[in-house]
């Protein structure tokens, strides 16, 4: 749904049809041009000494047209890849969003246990008057726990509604949150595929051709064009003294533009300092590729390690503690806060599992998705616990004009 109902995806899509546009109108020969003369209309003799019309034709020389459609052809090609790496972004912040809510999810289940718990425990009545007031503030504590976990839960809904692109119902999401994290990844596999596949990479060479083919078109430039008017009429100069009748004429004009002092040397030199530093950003990207890996799988590393350890003993640990905790109050051997100290810590630490698993699976989309994101990318509230989860810098948005500038003749 993201990819048929996102609208910054059918802007990437007329940005190629823009562009492909322009490399039509760049090819195009100049139309010709028809005009009317006449000399001297108002004689005493009452009429004109001359009338007739010319035609006037630019030839292009040098291959100028085909040098331009081919440089908007690329531009075309650069949009292709700005499409396509859109749709990584989009993809990407669309998976993010939905891991976020399976996590907002979760969230709200464990706060409507803690609640349950404590209302089912005031309710049995297992505690003496002592504690009583207490409690109540806990219950009150715990019911607006609940209450920020559903305001989290429909604010992330919102953010993966708003990448879809399309209102959806808030319908519960199947809780498959430890699901797709196997295999781990290996940094020197994926660093190895990025440099091979990633879309801004590809970008960046196709600009270096893009480039040279701009830097052929300025060289081309000063060659002179040839512009040729044919005309001809009926003169009527001197044909009533003569005893004769008006004659016909022609004549033709062929014309150039000398390049003497203007030969396009400034723009020339400038199309070669873009192609190298084209050919410059091709390395600055793979390192900046690497870097943003490195962060990413930072992270991810980081994440997985929490993970395995928050599930393998923390959790269990936790457990025991609270399972003991409550037994040993029921036996008189605990006070009541200790018990809900060790339950609080639980559940801290359940929520604190799914935090992590959520935190596990954003770089993990990252690095399979060649590190995109932004396509209407999620946000969140001070205190929530995914708020700014990815921990990356992002990635600027396509560059997506919003008006066309055209010109008769773009080169």
């Known amino acids: 749904m993201a990819i048929r109902y996102n609208p910054t995806l059918a802007q990437a899509v007329g940005h190629v049809e823009a562009e492909e546009a322009k490399a039509l109108q760049a090819g195009l020969y100049p139309n010709p041009i028809l005009g009317f003369s006449g000399v001297q209309f108002f004689l005493p003799s009452g009429g004109p000494i001359f009338i007739g019309g010319f035609a006037k034709q630019e030839f292009i020389t040098g291959g100028k047209l085909r040098l331009s459609r081919e440089k908007f052809l690329m531009r075309a090609s650069l949009a292709e890849i700005e499409a396509l790496m859109q749709m990584f972004r989009v993809t990407n912040s669309m998976r993010i969003n939905y891991f976020t809510v399976l996590g907002a999810q979760r969230i709200l289940q464990i706060q409507k246990e803690r609640l349950q718990w404590a209302q089912g ?28 976990a559903e305001n989290s839960l429909r604010m992330h809904w919102e953010n993966l509604v708003t990448t879809v692109g399309k209102p959806l119902p808030l319908n519960p999401l199947e809780d498959n949150l430890e699901a797709e994290l196997t295999p781990p ?69 062929v014309s150039i533009n000398l390049p003497i002092f203007d030969r396009n040397q400034g723009t020339i030199q400038q199309a070669k300092a873009a192609l190298k530093n084209a050919q410059y950003e091709i390395t600055r990207m793979q390192l900046d590729l690497r870097r943003r890996l490195a962060d990413a799988f930072g992270m991810y590393l980081t994440s997985l390690q929490y993970v395995q350890v928050l599930r393998n003993v ?58 995109l994101s932004g396509g209407l990318p999620p946000v969140g509230l001070p205190g929530d616990p995914f708020r700014n989860a990815n921990g990356l810098t992002p990635v600027p948005e396509p560059d997506i004009p919003g008006h066309i500038t055209a010109t008769p003749k773009p080169r």
């Open 314 to 371: 923390i959790l269990p640990q936790a457990e025991t503690r609270y399972r003991t905790q409550l037994k040993n109050y029921q036996e008189n051997r605990a006070n009541w806060r200790e018990v809900l100290e060790a339950q609080d810590e639980l559940f801290a630490q359940r929520q604190n599992h799914v935090v992590r698993l959520v935190q596990l699976h954003i770089p993990r989309v990252l690095i399979k998705g060649f590190l």
């Open 121 to 148: 425990r005031f309710n049995k009545g297992v505690v003496n008057g002592a504690v009583v007031q207490h409690l109540q503030i806990v219950l009150q504590e715990r019911e607006l726990k609940v209450l920020e």
């Open 185 to 253: 990844l290996e940094f020197d596999k994926e660093l190895e595929r990025m440099l091979d596949a990633s879309p801004e990479l590809a970008h960046a060479e196709l600009f270096v051709k893009f480039d040279r083919i701009k830097v052929q078109r300025e060289q081309v430039e000063p060659i002179p064009n040839l512009t040729i008017v044919a005309g001809g009429g009926v003169n009527h100069e001197g044909a009533p003294r003569a005893g004769k009748g008006p004659f016909n004429v022609a004549n033709v004009d």
